[in-house]
C-alpha cells in the first residue's frame, strides 16, 4: 500500500511564499513520477507540477512556470513545492499524486497517476 502525506499549506498575502511537502511510504522503490495538482471551488482539478523520480526531469503549468519550483529529495521519499510570488488566484486545494509506471507519459495529466494524497488547503489573501 502507497500512502502520501501533505503538509505546508496555509493562509498567505499575495506575493508572499509557502512550501509545501509530500512524503511517499510504501513501495518506494516502484516510484516513477510525483506531480502536484490543485483543485480550487466549482472548477476541475489541473496540473500545477511534476517530476521524473529518477531523472529529475521536471514540468510545470503556464501558470506557475517562473514562480513555482518542483524538488524531489530521493533519500527521504519526499517531493517539495516551493511556491514564490503567490496570487489570489493560486488559492485550491493542492494534492500530491504518484506515478507507479515505467518510463516516460504525460506527466501533467491526471489520469496517469495512481495515488493521491489527502490535500492540503493555500489561502492567498489580495
Known amino acids: 500500500q502507497v500512502q502520501l502525506v501533505e503538509s505546508g499549506g496555509g493562509l498567505v498575502q499575495a506575493g508572499g511564499s509557502l512550501t509545501l511537502s509530500c512524503v511517499v511510504s510504501?513501495?518506494?522503490?516502484?516510484?516513477?513520477?510525483m506531480g502536484w495538482f490543485r483543485q480550487a471551488p466549482g472548477k476541475e482539478r489541473e496540473f500545477v507540477a511534476a517530476?521524473?523520480?529518477?531523472?529529475?526531469?521536471?514540468d510545470y503549468a503556464d501558470s506557475v512556470k517562473g514562480r513555482f519550483t518542483i524538488s524531489r529529495e530521493y533519500a527521504k521519499n519526499r517531493v517539495t513545492l516551493q511556491m514564490n510570488s503567490l496570487k489570489p488566484e493560486d488559492t485550491a486545494v493542492y494534492y500530491c499524486?504518484?506515478?507507479?509506471?515505467?518510463?516516460?507519459?504525460?506527466?501533467?495529466?491526471?489520469?496517469?497517476?495512481?495515488?493521491w494524497g489527502q490535500g492540503t488547503q493555500v489561502t492567498v489573501s489580495s
Open positions: 510504501g513501495r518506494t522503490f516502484s516510484n516513477n513520477a
Open positions: 499524486a504518484n506515478n507507479r509506471g515505467t518510463g516516460s507519459f504525460p506527466i501533467n495529466d491526471k489520469v496517469y497517476y495512481h495515488y
Open positions: 517530476v521524473f523520480w529518477s531523472t529529475g526531469n521536471t
